[in-house]
């Protein structure tokens, strides 16, 4: 029987939470001054980092005009504009309107915007000038670029189409300052416009737009403090300012400059949110297991989430990945393989981009998986050339993470068996990105100690 691979399985959290997690959760600082931005740049790990399962450069889609998985432009009427803007109705305290919406954003997370579309057709027909409706628009394009954050292709269309949510709310608020849908919906998407520069290191106008985000929270806690809407911006500033605080000695000595927070009053806060919000729901849900699992360490609650996500959402591939991710990095095996192989049994397009990022990234957690914890190294080649396969049918591949993770195993394994050639075949392609990844330095130094230059 061959003897367990060596080494150390890449990709395990280790020690106390990096700064640089906090990027990913940008909403949450934007009670930061400036002076903290610099050392945010400076230190941590990203929502760029965290959707594939190794650090590295993730795929762009094709080039086209119309967004993979997105809306095509024809179907999100735009917004009308009524010739007298205080007449808008408030949506937001119509238990009607409420329960269809909550049913509309489900299909929406499970990436089926016409079914969601579908369910508040009437509201819209009704109330076409109404802020939610250029909402929804911007947090369908969205998902293309979470999907694969590293893609910048589709940048210009999201800010664009946030932009104009902006716009629209603004023009509601000129008539009637208080009107709340309007300050909602302008505080959710300045939110995701945060938490969109963030993940592009922007750092001052994520800064920016959180602020102004919070600025509306507040405002609308004054009139209406049990929205639950609003719990998730502000569990987010309590959580966060009481963690920086507590567990950084820069925010510790600098605490006089910042707000009070409370880290059980900010969980609660979110427990909320992802208990009976309109719009942030699933995403009060995201945020929670990835706190509970990244930095109040109880991988239990945290997986409670992350898997509630996983079976609420079964077309969200997104959600998918990010579940199984989670268990390799806890060590739980068996039950990754089994996500894994559901996952790889879902019905999807095969030759969709969003198909072919999951396989490839499920591919490359079940090689390692046999490779460090079963010592099956057949198998483990097996599913190193599945990802390689899936990773070299998109575009551009050659700094794709799992690619050169897969390019470098698949060496591994060649100078186990003492196929030296063939190693230094995929050692080399591994080596030859100019980019700043683990797995090129390993490729690099398997080259020079294998003396295969």
Same mark, same amino acid.
């Given at each position: 029987?061959?003897?367990?691979?060596?080494?150390?399985?890449?990709?395990?959290?280790?020690?106390?939470?990096?700064?640089?997690?906090?990027?990913?959760?940008?909403?949450?600082?934007?009670?930061?001054?400036?002076?903290?931005?610099?050392?945010?740049?400076?230190?941590?790990?990203?929502?760029?980092?965290?959707?594939?399962?190794?650090?590295?450069?993730?795929?762009?889609?094709?080039?086209?005009?119309?967004?993979?998985?997105?809306?095509?432009?024809?179907?999100?009427?735009?917004?009308?504009?009524?010739?007298?803007?205080?007449?808008?109705?408030?949506?937001?305290?119509?238990?009607?309107?409420?329960?269809?919406?909550?049913?509309?954003?489900?299909?929406?997370?499970?990436?089926?915007?016409?079914?969601?579309?579908?369910?508040?057709?009437?509201?819209?027909?009704?109330?076409?000038?109404?802020?939610?409706?250029?909402?929804?628009?911007?947090?369908?394009?969205?998902?293309?670029?979470?999907?694969?954050?590293?893609?910048?292709?589709?940048?210009?269309?999201?800010?664009?189409?946030?932009?104009?949510?902006?716009?629209?709310?603004?023009?509601?608020?000129?008539?009637?300052?208080?009107?709340?849908?309007?300050?909602?919906?302008?505080?959710?998407?300045?939110?995701?416009?945060?938490?969109?520069?963030?993940?592009?290191?922007?750092?001052?106008?994520?800064?920016?737009?959180?602020?102004?985000?919070?600025?509306?929270?507040?405002?609308?806690?004054?009139?209406?403090?049990?929205?639950?809407?609003?719990?998730?911006?502000?569990?987010?500033?309590?959580?966060?300012?009481?963690?920086?605080?507590?567990?950084?000695?820069?925010?510790?000595?600098?605490?006089?400059?910042?707000?009070? +927070?409370? /880290?059980?009053?900010? $969980?609660?806060? !979110? %427990?909320? @949110?992802?208990?009976?919000?309109? *719009?942030? =729901?699933?995403?009060?849900?995201?945020?929670?297991?990835?706190?509970?699992?990244?930095?109040?360490?109880?991988?239990?609650?945290?997986?409670?989430?992350?898997?509630?996500?996983?079976?609420?959402?079964?077309?969200?591939?997104?959600?998918?990945?990010?579940?199984?991710?989670?268990?390799?990095?806890?060590?739980?095996?068996?039950?990754?393989?089994?996500?894994?192989?559901?996952?790889?049994?879902?019905?999807?397009?095969?030759?969709?981009?969003?198909?072919?990022?999951?396989?490839?990234?499920?591919?490359?957690?079940?090689?390692?998986?046999?490779?460090?914890?079963?010592?099956?190294?057949? +198998?483990? /080649?097996?599913?190193? $050339?599945?990802? !390689? %396969?899936? @990773?070299?049918?998109?575009?551009? *591949?050659? =700094?794709?993470?799992?690619?050169?993770?897969?390019?470098?195993?698949?060496?591994?394994?060649?100078?186990?068996?003492?196929?030296?050639?063939?190693?230094?075949?995929?050692?080399?392609?591994?080596?030859?990105?100019?980019?700043?990844?683990?797995?090129?330095?390993?490729?690099?130094?398997?080259?020079?100690?294998?003396?295969?230059?």
């Amino acid at each position: 029987m061959c003897c367990r691979a060596a080494g150390k399985p890449p990709g395990k959290s280790q020690g106390k939470p990096l700064l640089k997690s906090l990027p990913a959760l940008v909403p949450a600082l934007i009670t930061l001054t400036l002076l903290f931005l610099p050392l945010l740049a400076a230190s941590g790990y990203s929502e760029t980092a965290s959707t594939s399962t190794f650090p590295g450069a993730a795929p762009e889609y094709p080039a086209s005009s119309t967004v993979p998985g997105a809306a095509p432009e024809s179907m999100i009427p735009p917004a009308v504009q009524p010739a007298d803007l205080s007449t808008i109705p408030s949506l937001l305290m119509d238990d009607d309107f409420i329960r269809d919406a909550r049913a509309a954003i489900e299909y929406l997370y499970n990436r089926d915007l016409e079914a969601s579309l579908e369910k508040l057709s009437e509201w819209q027909r009704a109330y076409p000038e109404h802020p939610v409706w250029p909402l929804w628009r911007a947090l369908d394009v969205w998902w293309p670029i979470l999907i694969d954050l590293e893609n910048t292709t589709y940048d210009e269309r999201f800010l664009i189409e946030a932009e104009k949510v902006i716009d629209v709310c603004e023009a509601i608020l000129e008539s009637d300052s208080n009107h709340m849908d309007a300050l909602v919906v302008r505080s959710v998407i300045n939110g995701q416009i945060a938490r969109y520069y963030s993940n592009r290191y922007r750092w001052y106008r994520s800064f920016l737009h959180g602020r102004r985000a919070l600025r509306d929270f507040f405002r609308i806690e004054e009139e209406h403090p049990d929205l639950p809407d609003i719990q998730f911006g502000l569990g987010m500033y309590r959580y966060f300012t009481a963690f920086l605080v507590e567990e950084y000695a820069i925010a510790r000595t600098l605490s006089w400059m910042l707000p009070s +927070g409370d /880290r059980q009053e900010g $969980l609660a806060r !979110l %427990a909320v @949110a992802a208990d009976s919000s309109i *719009f942030v =729901e699933p995403e009060a849900t995201y945020f929670l297991g990835h706190i509970y699992l990244h930095f109040e360490k109880e991988p239990d609650k945290a997986l409670g989430y992350l898997r509630d996500l996983y079976h609420r959402y079964p077309d969200n591939s997104y959600y998918r990945r990010l579940y199984i991710r989670s268990l390799y990095r806890l060590n739980l095996s068996n039950e990754a393989l089994a996500a894994i192989h559901e996952s790889l049994d879902h019905p999807m397009d095969p030759e969709s981009h969003e198909s072919r990022t999951m396989r490839e990234d499920l591919f490359a957690i079940r090689g390692l998986i046999r490779y460090y914890h079963q010592a099956d190294f057949e +198998g483990a /080649r097996n599913d190193f $050339l599945e990802a !390689l %396969a899936s @990773a070299e049918k998109l575009t551009p *591949f050659a =700094e794709r993470s799992n690619l050169i993770l897969s390019l470098y195993y698949l060496g591994e394994l060649n100078i186990r068996e003492g196929n030296r050639d063939l190693a230094r075949v995929y050692y080399s392609r591994a080596a030859t990105p100019d980019i700043d990844h683990p797995f090129v330095k390993k490729a690099r130094e398997a080259l020079r100690i294998h003396r295969l230059n």
